[in-house]
């Protein structure tokens, strides 16, 4: 753990304190609204944190991580409506599906040799057939969804996440942390940087030893694991579940924005572009509103447009950039 | 001594084309062992083959008596077997010192110690001065000294070392040349070299392998095979060799 933190400097420290005290207290004194953007940025910045850990660290571009959103979403929504199994221990069984289904595209992929865009094309087949699928199956509410009901004299089963905006607020910022300390912790250690041998260059990685297979295994599975549980957090927050929107390739489009425009490999890169993009997604809708422009397709074109133009500035991610310019860069540990 | 490599018949097809034909050698340990040839010869390949890249279509390679041919790279690294690329493959993202360490992590108990281990390393390859770079800023003869390191930092018995020296000029050649004969002596490190840069095979070498379109066509001391006829005429061409 001590070594994990080694890369703050003690003005980063500071940083990173105040962005936590400011979160902390941002209940109390935002508005309801602002802070239900922040509570998608701090969401958008642990999902984004679980697939940076694939591709930003082992190289591994997955274009389908709605697929283990979806299973995680949906295994635990299922427990606890049809068979009354609370979120706490339904989260190790998503967790666990997700696993497994990231053992056979991992299986599939490593297995015959299926590299680099090849790969790519894998893992959205696997979240398309799986969207598919629930799309079709009665059991899981089909193409009309799946509904976890909402009951105000349960809103105190705080441990079935039946809470508050405020509870749920919390728990996107305790998993917003976590997700930092699981990516800092790994970045620190023998996986980490087994991580990033392979991003580099597979075949000196091998020539050094690491084995690559079993590598690219921990890397999916960590990822895969981690992005069922903010499933998990989905759907106990918006008790609506539809494979339109969950398992589709859009929402794994959406959760890999942030990494990407905040900086790859990055610890903070997640962050930084999960607090850049949800509010500036959330300003475009209230400010096309206020013009007049709403008509479909207008948001995208202005958003599409402005994250050409971060990518055309800052090509390795805001925060390499930022952290220049703040004085923030990490140090050699 | 004994034979701690040994690389016994060992054929490798290309399509068509046989890259190694039936090549045997055995290398002692504790040697330095050089095996040249023009290019083509099959040198690399015969480097791939021992470690793992590819598998031989016939014949065995044997590592402390126990056969290896066949395994994965990591499994050969693992074993004690390290080599270097002849086209460098650095780690360019990475620093300096981190490629070192990802060496040195295969047999460190954690990063800690493995970043020590490989300080010490880019110390004696004066390269510690630019741990901090990143290993894509490297001038060549940087890359080339860092291939040795992040090998030498995996500590294995054998290094497998792919001409090294090309793109070296004379001086730091012979500092190349103090390195390895003082890892060879202190470390007891065998060293398998491929090299063109004779002045680093007759310094270094105990022995000089000769392959030529594949085949084996001379081994012995670096002085008795340059002497030899056919050595001189697989370089130079027919008439040099009358």
Same mark, same amino acid.
């Given at each position: 753990?001590?070594g994990?933190?080694?890369?703050?400097t003690?003005?980063?420290?500071?940083?990173?304190?105040?962005?936590?005290?400011?979160?902390?207290?941002?209940?109390?004194?935002?508005?309801?609204?602002?802070?239900?953007?922040?509570?998608?940025?701090?969401?958008?910045?642990?999902?984004?944190?679980?697939?940076?850990?694939?591709?930003?660290?082992?190289?591994?571009?997955?274009?389908?991580?709605?697929?283990?959103l979806?299973?995680?979403?949906?295994?635990?929504?299922i427990?606890?409506?049809?068979?009354?199994?609370?979120?706490?221990?339904?989260?190790?069984?998503?967790?666990?599906?997700?696993?497994?289904?990231?053992?056979?595209?991992?299986?599939?992929?490593?297995?015959?040799?299926?590299?680099?865009?090849?790969?790519?094309?894998?893992?959205?087949?696997?979240?398309?057939?799986?969207?598919?699928?629930?799309?079709?199956?009665?059991?899981?509410?089909?193409?009309?969804?799946?509904?976890?009901?909402?009951?105000?004299?349960?809103?105190?089963?705080?441990?079935?996440?039946?809470?508050g905006?405020?509870?749920?607020?919390?728990?996107?910022?305790?998993?917003?942390?976590?997700?930092?300390?699981?990516?800092?912790?790994?970045?620190?250690?023998?996986?980490?940087?087994?991580?990033?041998?392979?991003?580099?260059d597979?075949?000196?990685?091998?020539?050094?030893?690491?084995?690559?297979?079993?590598?690219?295994?921990?890397?999916?599975?960590?990822?895969?694991?981690?992005?069922?549980?903010g499933?998990?957090?989905?759907?106990?927050?918006?008790?609506?579940?539809?494979?339109a929107?969950?398992?589709e390739?859009?929402?794994?489009?959406?959760?890999i924005?942030?990494?990407?425009?905040?900086?790859?490999?990055?610890?903070?890169?997640?962050f930084?572009?999960?607090?850049?993009l949800?509010?500036?997604?959330?300003?475009?809708?209230?400010?096309?509103?206020?013009?007049?422009?709403?008509?479909?397709?207008?948001?995208?074109?202005?958003?599409?447009?402005?994250?050409?133009?971060?990518?055309?500035?800052?090509?390795?991610?805001?925060?390499?950039?930022?952290?220049?310019?703040?004085?923030?860069?990490?140090?050699?540990? | 001594?004994?034979?701690? $490599?040994? +690389?016994? *018949?060992? #054929?490798?097809?290309?399509?068509? %084309?046989? &890259?190694? !034909?039936?090549?045997?050698?055995?290398?002692?340990?504790?040697?330095?062992?050089?095996?040249?040839?023009?290019?083509?010869?099959?040198?690399?390949?015969?480097?791939?083959?021992?470690?793992?890249?590819?598998?031989?279509?016939?014949?065995?390679?044997?590592?402390?008596?126990?056969?290896?041919d066949?395994?994965?790279?990591?499994?050969?690294?693992?074993?004690?077997?390290?080599?270097?690329?002849?086209?460098?493959?650095?780690?360019?993202? $990475?620093? +300096?010192? *981190?490629? #070192?360490?990802?060496?040195?992590? %295969?047999? &460190?108990p !954690?990063?800690t110690?493995?970043?020590?281990?490989?300080?010490?390393?880019?110390?004696?390859?004066?390269?510690?001065?630019?741990?901090?770079?990143?290993?894509?800023?490297?001038?060549?003869?940087?890359?080339?000294r860092?291939?040795?390191?992040?090998?030498?930092?995996?500590?294995?018995?054998?290094?497998l070392?792919?001409?090294?020296?090309?793109?070296?000029?004379?001086?730091?050649?012979?500092?190349?040349?103090?390195?390895?004969?003082?890892?060879?002596?202190? *470390?007891?490190?065998?060293?398998?070299?491929?090299?063109?840069?004779?002045?680093a095979?007759?310094?270094?070498?105990?022995?000089?392998?000769?392959?030529?379109?594949?085949?084996?066509?001379?081994?012995?001391?670096p002085q008795?095979?340059?002497?030899?006829?056919?050595?001189?005429?697989?370089?130079?061409?027919?008439?040099?060799?009358?």
């Amino acid at each position: 753990m001590k070594g994990a933190l080694s890369f703050l400097t003690p003005r980063s420290t500071i940083a990173l304190l105040v962005c936590g005290v400011a979160l902390l207290i941002a209940p109390f004194v935002v508005d309801r609204y602002t802070l239900s953007i922040i509570l998608l940025a701090l969401l958008g910045t642990y999902l984004g944190q679980a697939w940076n850990i694939l591709m930003g660290y082992c190289g591994l571009l997955s274009l389908g991580h709605a697929l283990y959103l979806g299973l995680g979403a949906y295994a635990s929504a299922i427990l606890f409506v049809n068979y009354g199994v609370g979120p706490w221990l339904s989260v190790f069984v998503a967790m666990a599906l997700a696993i497994g289904a990231a053992a056979v595209l991992g299986w599939l992929g490593f297995r015959f040799r299926i590299e680099d865009v090849y790969f790519s094309l894998l893992t959205i087949a696997f979240a398309e057939i799986v969207r598919i699928g629930f799309d079709n199956w009665s059991f899981v509410g089909g193409a009309a969804g799946f509904f976890l009901p909402v009951n105000a004299s349960l809103s105190h089963q705080w441990w079935n996440l039946r809470g508050g905006p405020l509870f749920f607020y919390y728990l996107a910022l305790a998993m917003a942390v976590a997700s930092l300390v699981i990516a800092a912790v790994l970045r620190s250690s023998k996986l980490g940087y087994a991580f990033l041998a392979i991003r580099e260059d597979p075949q000196a990685a091998r020539a050094l030893g690491v084995n690559i297979n079993r590598t690219r295994f921990l890397a999916l599975f960590i990822s895969a694991a981690m992005t069922a549980v903010g499933g998990v957090y989905l759907a106990f927050w918006t008790n609506n579940l539809f494979p339109a929107q969950i398992l589709e390739t859009s929402k794994s489009i959406e959760i890999i924005l942030a990494p990407i425009i905040g900086g790859l490999g990055t610890l903070m890169g997640p962050f930084v572009g999960a607090f850049l993009l949800v509010p500036l997604g959330s300003a475009l809708t209230d400010g096309l509103r206020a013009i007049g422009l709403s008509a479909p397709g207008v948001k995208a074109l202005v958003y599409g447009l402005i994250l050409m133009a971060i990518i055309a500035a800052t090509p390795n991610g805001i925060w390499p950039w930022l952290a220049r310019k703040l004085g923030l860069e990490a140090r050699e540990p | 001594m004994t034979a701690l $490599l040994e +690389v016994v *018949d060992v #054929v490798k097809r290309f399509r068509g %084309l046989t &890259a190694v !034909d039936s090549v045997s050698l055995s290398v002692e340990d504790g040697e330095i062992f050089a095996i040249i040839g023009p290019n083509g010869a099959g040198k690399t390949t015969l480097f791939n083959l021992i470690a793992g890249v590819y598998a031989p279509d016939e014949g065995e390679v044997r590592y402390a008596g126990a056969r290896i041919d066949g395994q994965e790279p990591e499994q050969i690294c693992a074993a004690g077997i390290a080599r270097t690329f002849q086209i460098v493959k650095p780690f360019p993202d $990475l620093s +300096v010192r *981190d490629n #070192v360490a990802i060496g040195a992590m %295969l047999r &460190a108990p !954690d990063m800690t110690a493995a970043r020590a281990q490989g300080d010490e390393i880019l110390r004696k390859l004066d390269l510690f001065d630019k741990s901090a770079q990143k290993a894509g800023s490297l001038t060549l003869p940087d890359r080339k000294r860092l291939e040795v390191a992040r090998a030498l930092a995996t500590k294995p018995r054998i290094i497998l070392l792919d001409e090294v020296m090309a793109g070296l000029r004379p001086t730091e050649t012979d500092r190349m040349v103090g390195v390895l004969r003082d890892i060879n002596r202190h *470390d007891k490190l065998t060293i398998v070299m491929i090299e063109h840069v004779m002045r680093a095979v007759m310094a270094l070498a105990d022995r000089v392998h000769v392959l030529h379109h594949g085949a084996s066509i001379a081994e012995g001391a670096p002085q008795e095979v340059t002497k030899d006829a056919r050595v001189i005429e697989s370089y130079l061409g027919m008439k040099a060799a009358h």
